[in-house]
Antibody, heavy 125, light 108 residues
Framework: EVQLVESGGGLVQPGRSLRLSCAAS????????MHWVRQSARKGLEWVSG????????GYADSVKGRFTISRDNAKNSLFLQMNNLSTEDLAFYFC??????????????????WGQGTLVTVSS | DILMTQSPSSLSASVGDTVTITCRSS??????LSWYQQTPGKAPKLLIY???TLRSGVPSRFSGDGYGTDFTLTISGLQPEDFATYFC??????????FGGGTKVDNK
């Protein structure tokens, strides 16, 4: 069964850090680009960051650039999101997402065909 | 950045109706658009990619059309399980991907 399972969410104070992880199974992880997408009542669905199959291409939404870092470990079928200097604006469910394509941010056909169940990040003092 | 504008933000329809949702991009995205369905408490599901290609397993009552800046998702013969929120996503940008604001389809 194709599956993505996120972990690492929780309650954190403003200015602190959190690291999200995503464990992939049921497909050849290193054949596909991967993304983080978040969803909040205030902002709806928001693409956060994406990474190509070989980690050569990475991209970030302006709202997280310089604070968040995406990475992957193909040997361990895992995706990560290091989130630093968190603010209340980052409060959301964070989804790990598989792309249809091995590459991303190259003006091409893509799509998010597998989603995790999401992990909640709450930023509050 | 490419802004995706979806309309309407909500609509009411009945089982059997044909529903059309529109997504407009702030610049041309060729056919690099996909559509998603989300029900409460669940993650979104991919319905259509490359503007008009139906994902395997998705009912044929769903169809997508468009190129450039204007796109539509049509549900022909709405079923009870289709009451949900629908989103579009552009994958044309080399800087940042972006979703539309969503369209909630509820039961009239």
């Amino acid at each position: 069964e194709v599956q993505l399972v996120e972990s690492g969410g929780g309650l954190v104070q403003p200015g602190r850090s959190l690291r999200l992880s995503c464990a992939a199974s049921g497909f050849k992880f290193d054949d596909y680009a991967m993304h983080w997408v978040r969803q909040s009542a205030r902002k709806g669905l928001e693409w956060v960051s994406g990474i190509s199959w070989n980690s050569e291409t990475k991209g970030y939404a302006d709202s997280v650039k310089g604070r968040f870092t995406i990475s992957r470990d193909n040997a361990k079928n895992s995706l990560f999101l290091q989130m630093n200097n968190l603010s209340t604006e980052d409060l959301a469910f964070y989804f790990c997402v598989k792309d249809l394509s091995p590459i991303t941010l190259v003006r091409g056909v893509g799509g998010f065909d597998v989603w995790g169940q999401g992990t909640l990040v709450t930023v509050s003092s | 950045d490419i802004l995706m504008t979806q309309s309407p933000s909500s609509l009411s329809a009945s089982v059997g109706d044909t529903v059309t949702i529109t997504c407009r991009s702030s610049q041309s995205i060729s056919s690099y658009l996909s559509w998603y369905q989300q029900t409460p408490g669940k993650a979104p599901k991919l319905l259509i990619y490359a503007a008009s290609t139906l994902r395997s397993g998705v009912p044929s009552r769903f169809s997508g059309d468009g190129y450039g800046t204007d796109f539509t998702l049509t549900i022909s013969g709405l079923q009870p399980e289709d009451f949900a929120t629908y989103f579009c996503l552009q994958t044309a940008s080399t800087r940042a991907l972006s979703f539309g604001g969503g369209t909630k389809v509820d039961n009239k």
